[in-house]
């Protein structure tokens, strides 16, 4: 058991000291937890073999899933991939310092474990003066998945990250709630037209004004789990989001939707099995249950994405058996809402009509 050290940063105005602690411990090999504008991510030095491994384990993260990357300079990826193509640098000059990963071609500098033995590299630049300053400080680009216990819901507070890894890492830095609140959208670039394996904080809709060709690869919309020689991102494979409660996915028109949700939580109360419901702003009231949530208004999706990781985690903390959640409309940052839920539901999707 470590002693993790919990330091609390302005968002806006990060103490330098404090970040220095992180990137001393960082340099030093060890793990440090920090926010970005999506999730908090748990930070190693990329290069740094050893501290990878230890991030794997920290996380109890299968080897085959690889961290994305965490960079504070666009031109840093020049020395982490070869073959970037012309429109990369579009794209990075259109989207980042923010929330999308692009996939490379990777160079041999990046250890074997840091790529999980793959030649392509996940690389990301975030927008948060927190996470920024920390790869500043640190020297060294920053490897980070989310800050959760592999399978868990991403973590978008530092309490999320207290729970899940408090005594497994060195040190929380923790500058308040994430705004984005789903993790980045995931572009692979080393393929022709450039595809979307994880939809997230930068819209497909956002994508396509800027590239003419850009597709979604067939998971991001599944509905059910995909055949193994369809996986194209390690991290489809793995069970993801998952709260303790089995969780139930309703989808269709709100009407309809809402009766569903109804007709199921009453026939769960008649076997005294505790029911919650993620519900909306615009349906909350009408629902009978033990723990009714309300993710937001079906008017600002944007809204529901900041909530989404936070409620499952609140409703799940109440020790319901059951979550039923309202499915969204898939546009815009519902898209990403979508994908989450379905994973997190294990595919247990109704649809009502
Ligand atoms: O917003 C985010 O992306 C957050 C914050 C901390 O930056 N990070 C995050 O990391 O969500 P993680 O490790 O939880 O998710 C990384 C995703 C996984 O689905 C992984 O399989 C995929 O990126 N990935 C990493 N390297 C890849 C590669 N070379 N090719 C395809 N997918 C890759
Ligand atoms: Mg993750």
Redesign the pocket.
């Known amino acids: 058991m470590k002693q993790t050290l919990l330091l609390k940063v302005n968002p806006e105005n990060p103490d330098l000291t404090k970040i220095q602690t992180g990137a001393q411990i960082i340099q030093k090999g060890g793990l440090v937890a920090f926010p ?1 504008e ?4 748990l930070g190693a030095d990329a290069l740094n073999p050893d501290a990878v491994l230890a991030l794997f384990e920290a996380k109890k993260r299968p080897l085959d ?4 990357i ?1 960079i504070a300079d666009s031109r840093e990826v020049f020395k982490l991939a070869y073959e970037v193509p012309k429109k990369a640098e579009l794209i990075m000059k259109e989207f980042w310092p923010g ?1 999308l ?1 692009l ?1 490379f071609k ?1 160079l041999s500098i990046i250890p074997n474990v840091t ?2 033995g ?1 030649d ?3 690389i ?1 630049m ?1 927008k948060h003066k927190v996470a920024l300053a920390l790869i500043e400080q640190s020297g060294c680009p920053i490897a ?4 959760n216990l592999a399978g868990k819901p ?1 973590p978008t507070t530092a309490k999320h990250v207290y729970e899940d890894l408090n005594g497994r890492i060195d040190a929380i830095l923790d500058g308040g709630p994430t705004s984005i609140g789903v ?2 959208t ?1 572009l ?1 670039l080393s393929v022709d037209p450039p595809m979307v ?2 939809p ?2 930068t819209t497909f809709e956002a994508l396509k004004q800027v590239l003419d060709n850009v597709k979604l690869h067939p998971f991001v919309e599944a509905e059910k789990e995909l055949p193994l020689e369809k996986i ?5 494979k793995h069970r993801h989001y998952a709260p303790r409660a089995e969780v139930i996915l309703v989808e269709g028109p709100v009407s309809a939707v809402k009766r569903k949700i109804q007709e199921l939580a009453d026939a769960y109360a008649l076997k005294d099995v505790k029911v919650g419901i993620l519900a909306t702003d615009e349906t909350q009231k009408s629902y009978e249950a033990a723990i009714v949530k309300s993710l937001g208004s079906r008017f600002n999706l944007g809204i529901i994405a900041q909530n989404l990781f936070r409620l499952l985690r609140e409703v799940d903390a109440e020790h319901v058996d059951v979550i039923i959640a309202e499915g969204i409309p898939s546009e815009g940052m519902g898209l990403a809402v979508m994908n989450r839920l379905r994973k997190a539901s294990g595919y247990h999707i109704i649809k009502a009509e």
């Open positions: 970005t999506t999730v908090y991510g899933n690889p961290p994305i965490h929330p990963t996939i990777r790529v999980a793959l392509t590299v996940a990301r975030p980070a998945p989310s800050a991403s993790e980045s995931v692979d394996l994880r997230g904080g194209k991102s390690p991290g489809m």
